[in-house]
Structures are given as structure tokens and as C-alpha cells.
């Protein structure tokens, strides 16, 4: 079996829209500025943008609000072709504990994780459904340490459960990750030490 290119599928969807003369708007799941923000300077070229922050992994809830406020900051500060937008989303921590329960000791990367994309994803395609955008995608793909295929795998199913179209992605392709640090330092943006929840944070510490 091929292992799919997914950068190559992005590229020709984008091509396609831009043949079409179409500005699609897209629902774009945020996890943090830092990871946005070669995402926001690449897409926002070819997209109408909605950034979603829904992250009720994050613990405890003052970083929460501190990756909240830098991903306001960034769009504010950073120029873009096409309009880019926030949307925020009210911080329900019970939201993740209840889908990792019984998860609790997995490793970073494992079944807990899958399952806390299952929630954002989820949440995402909903939304992106109810509001009427042309696409959804997540920011998650740019990280190294985040499995793209699982991903991509857990954004699809939920645009077939909605019927709306997800956005495959592998943002490190193209030095996407390189290019996030450049600008997290161009921006001063908050870089954090860990993924999110409080056992990624447990793991980090002992590290």
C-alpha cells in the first residue's frame, strides 16, 4: 500500500480552488500560536480563515488563557492576504477528562492522545458543519512528535460522519516546523514545555 503524500493532496486541492477563481473558508482547529503560525502564513494565501481554539485538554486553566491570548496576539500582529479570525471556546476540562478516563498512564503519543484528537476533532467538524465552512482542518500536523497519518485518519472520519470536507495535512513538510520557530521568535510568541494536559505535563517534568 502507498503511503499517502498528504502535503501533494493539499497542494492539489489547492490548485483546483485556485483555478476555480474560490476563496474557501476554512475552520482551522488552533492548539497554539506557536504551532499557527506557519499554518496561518501558508494558508491564509489560499483560505478564508476561522482559527478555533477549542482546547479543553490544556491544564491548568491559566495556560489555557495564556496560549488563548498569544493566538489573539499573533493574528493581530501577523499580515495575511485573506481574512483570519478567532474563535473561542468557553474552557470545559471535564470535556477531556471524560474522554481519557481509563487513559490516565498512557505515554505521550498513545491511546490518551488519540483520544483527546477524537474530541477536538470532533468538536471541530460539528462546528465547521453548523457554520457552513467549505473546509476544516487542525494545526497539529506541524508538530514532529504528532503522528500525521492518525490524524488525518481521526479528521476524515469525522468529516464523513458531518459531511463536511476535511483539510489533509502534514505541516512539517516544506520546513513547516522550522519556519514556526522563526516566527515564534519574530513574534516573541509564549513557547511552551509540553503538550497540554497535565499527564503530558507530568511526563515533561520527569524528563
Do not use: W
Request: proline content about 4%.
Amino acid at each position: 500500500m502507498n503511503k499517502r503524500n498528504y502535503q501533494n493532496e493539499m497542494d492539489s486541492i489547492i490548485a483546483q480552488n485556485q483555478k476555480d477563481g474560490i476563496i474557501p473558508s476554512l475552520l482551522l482547529h488552533s492548539c497554539c500560536a506557536p504551532c499557527s503560525s506557519y499554518v496561518l502564513e501558508y494558508l491564509s494565501e489560499y483560505f478564508s480563515i476561522t482559527v478555533l481554539y477549542y482546547n479543553p485538554n490544556i491544564s491548568p486553566k491559566e495556560e489555557y488563557l495564556h496560549r488563548l491570548k498569544e493566538e489573539k496576539r499573533l493574528i493581530s500582529e501577523m499580515k495575511f492576504k485573506n481574512p483570519v479570525s478567532v474563535l473561542d471556546c468557553d474552557y470545559n476540562a471535564d470535556e477531556f477528562f471524560n474522554a481519557s478516563k481509563g487513559y490516565e498512564q498512557e505515554p505521550e503519543g498513545g491511546k490518551r492522545c488519540e483520544k483527546c484528537f477524537d474530541l477536538r476533532l470532533d468538536f471541530t467538524a460539528k462546528t465547521a458543519k453548523e457554520k457552513s465552512f467549505d473546509y476544516f482542518a487542525t494545526t497539529l500536523t506541524i508538530s514532529p512528535l504528532k503522528n500525521a497519518p492518525l490524524i488525518n485518519g481521526v479528521g476524515e472520519k469525522f468529516g464523513e460522519k458531518y459531511n463536511v470536507k476535511y483539510l489533509c495535512s502534514d505541516f512539517k513538510k516544506k520546513e513547516g516546523y522550522k519556519r514556526s520557530i522563526v516566527l515564534s521568535k519574530e513574534y516573541n510568541l509564549y513557547r511552551q514545555n509540553y503538550c497540554g494536559c497535565i499527564f503530558s505535563k507530568v511526563e515533561s517534568k520527569n524528563r
